[in-house]
């Protein structure tokens, strides 16, 4: 292993203690020990698609980590007292259908990779860590009827360098982080209707109305989450309160569903509107995106009018937000609706979105079902700047890799990272674990390939169809991209939508966290058409022979005495005897 260099340091401080201390206005709604702040970001993307991403923010001025909380007012009881049980200190968990186009719609408001992934945070006080993690798993496992219970040794990672703590934390000692993901994972309506339950207000107020599985599943990205973390009270950061956030992201192409028309609104694409806010909500707002898409730098027109304008930078970009508090008055006042609506001006509005600075593509290579190679291409689009990326890869133990085969390509020489970590796997017990830092020049591709060996499983490790394949999961990218446009310090609580989760350390620089797509390799797989022919051959073979000997054992043989006949016979041998016929 490499000692890490300054930038490693630099980089493992994005996702660090500073994330999850609030700014001076986070205080707001802590009062009556308990706040609730729920938030609809509207985004237009290209070729017509439409990007929805809710937020439903539980604030609660307790310490659940003592274990000595009895009464819950908006805080879920489920979770918390798994919190208290388990000795977490964060969780995030992940139920995700499709995969984000980063490339065509730009960086997701929150990642997540396809399947489900969960990452806990344990206290340094649990003993066992391996056990409260398999119990924590389980647990989630039934609370949003998910099948979190696969998840075992042989697909949990403990990283290094990437998933720092978001909140407050008082050491990072990797030993109490275990990672895990399901890439084949189906995310469907049982996973919706708990995830919906654990809300204030339900489904029945608010902006949760708006989540009528019917129409969140008829899209082409679907994205749930829950993010469970200590934070700062106040300013001066002398208590503790918990933050739990429940995240929705959902994309609709609205352009075929349409009639090929690009508008779109509430109704259109959730089948509902909003009546009202969440009465335990302090604050219920939606934002609009409408920023200019053309080259005039005209402003979308959207209706009915919004309560006000905000501008900020996020990821990078400059956006304006139109913005509509539910909790104004005079919003309801000429409607008992609100149906937001957006038109485009012209067809030329809608141009194609700028490439992102950082996006990567996985994909597999090779012949045959022995060996094989792992390739990832790292993009770094930025005119000028260079920076560093954390590149975590989780393989499996069926597929063997080849350590010594690891290159790293960049503008056809090679580039050394400054930080390796590797954790070979042990068959049937672990997988795989690959962390590094790479630096990317400006303006250039990374290509980084890595060998492998196809194992040959037992027959009874193949899963029900193995013809399809087995699934690789995804690699991470961890990075503080460089900004093209100075971003000023704002409060974040005044921010829209996940600005509060991932700050801006200072004004040059966002963090982001990338996933690649999924990977499907096929193994050797035996004919299992054999197996079930000869169990049908000899299961005959069986019953026949074994039949016919016990049968023959077990049956008793009578002799039975011809009887003469009757009146009814003796007539019929006389008339078949004139006829000619042999008598019966």
């Known amino acids: ?104 719609w730009g960086q997701p408001p929150l990642g997540a990779p396809a399947g489900a992934e969960l990452w806990v945070w344990f206290q340094d006080s649990v003993p066992d860590v391996d056990k409260a993690w398999q119990e924590l798993s389980n647990v989630l496992s039934g609370i949003f009827c998910a099948s979190l219970n696969f998840i075992d040794s042989t697909n949990t990672v403990t990283p290094t360098a990437s998933f720092k703590p978001l909140g407050l934390a008082n050491g990072t000692d990797h030993r109490l982080l275990r990672y895990a993901v399901l890439p084949r994972e189906v995310v469907c309506t049982e996973n919706l209707t708990p995830w919906k339950k654990l809300l204030p207000c339900g489904s029945k107020a608010g902006l949760a109305v708006l989540l009528k599985a019917e129409r969140l599943f008829h899209s082409s990205y679907h994205s749930q989450a829950v993010h469970i973390r200590p934070i700062c009270r106040d300013a001066s950061c002398l208590a503790v309160s918990w933050e739990l956030r429940q995240t929705l992201t959902v994309v609709f192409d609205s352009f075929t569903s349409g009639q090929g028309k690009k508008d779109w609104s509430l109704f259109k694409m959730f089948s509902r509107t909003l009546t009202d806010a969440c009465p335990l909500a302090s604050e219920s707002k939606v934002y609009v995106d409408i920023s200019p898409k053309n080259k005039e730098k005209e402003l979308l027109e959207v209706t009915p009018t919004p309560t006000s304008v905000h501008e900020a930078v996020v990821q990078g970009d400059k956006r304006t937000y139109a913005v509509y508090d539910l909790l104004s008055p005079s919003l309801f006042n000429s409607s008992r609706s609100l149906n937001v609506q957006l038109k485009w001006k012209r067809p030329q509005d809608s141009q194609e979105l700028s490439t992102p600075v950082l996006h990567a593509q996985r994909y597999v290579s090779g012949y045959g079902l022995q060996t094989g190679e792992i390739s990832t291409l790292i993009h770094n689009t930025h005119p000028y700047r260079a920076f560093p990326v954390i590149l975590l890869e989780t393989v499996p133990w069926y597929l063997r890799l080849y350590v010594h085969t690891l290159t790293i390509i960049t503008k056809g020489k090679e580039n050394k990272p400054s930080y390796i970590h590797y954790q070979p796997a042990q068959d049937r017990k672990r997988p795989h674990l690959l962390e590094m830092l790479i630096q990317l020049p400006a303006n250039s591709v990374t290509k980084v390939t890595i060998q492998f060996e196809r194992a040959l499983l037992k027959w009874t490790e193949y899963t029900p169809d193995p013809n399809h394949g087995f699934y690789v999961s995804p690699s991470v990218l961890s990075a503080l991209v460089p900004s093209v446009i100075a971003m000023k310090d704002v409060d974040v609580e005044e921010s829209p939508l996940f600005a509060s989760l991932f700050p801006s350390s200072d004004g040059s620089s966002y963090f982001v966290r990338l996933y690649t797509e999924p990977l499907l390799v096929n193994l050797p797989t035996p004919d299992f058409s054999m197996p079930y022919n000869v169990i049908c051959l000899t299961c005959t073979v069986v019953a026949v022979c074994y039949g016919s000997f016990y049968n023959l054992l077990t049956r008793t043989f009578h002799v039975e005495e011809p009887s003469r006949g009757g009146l009814a016979k003796r007539l019929a041998n006389v008339i078949r005897k004139l006829r000619g016929v042999p008598p019966l």
């Open 1 to 104: 292993m490499m000692a890490a260099g300054p930038l490693l340091l630099l980089l493992l401080g994005a996702a660090g203690p500073g994330l999850g201390a609030p700014g001076p206005g986070s205080g707001s709604g802590s009062g009556s020990g308990a706040a609730l702040r729920e938030e609809l970001l509207l985004r237009p993307l290209p070729a017509g698609d439409v990007a929805a991403a809710f937020q439903f923010r539980t604030r609660w001025d307790a310490d659940l980590r003592r274990g000595a909380v009895s009464h819950y007012r908006l805080f879920p009881k489920a979770l918390g007292q798994l919190v208290a049980a388990q000795g977490v200190r964060e969780l995030h968990l992940a139920l995700t259908q499709g995969f984000w186009r980063t490339q065509s």
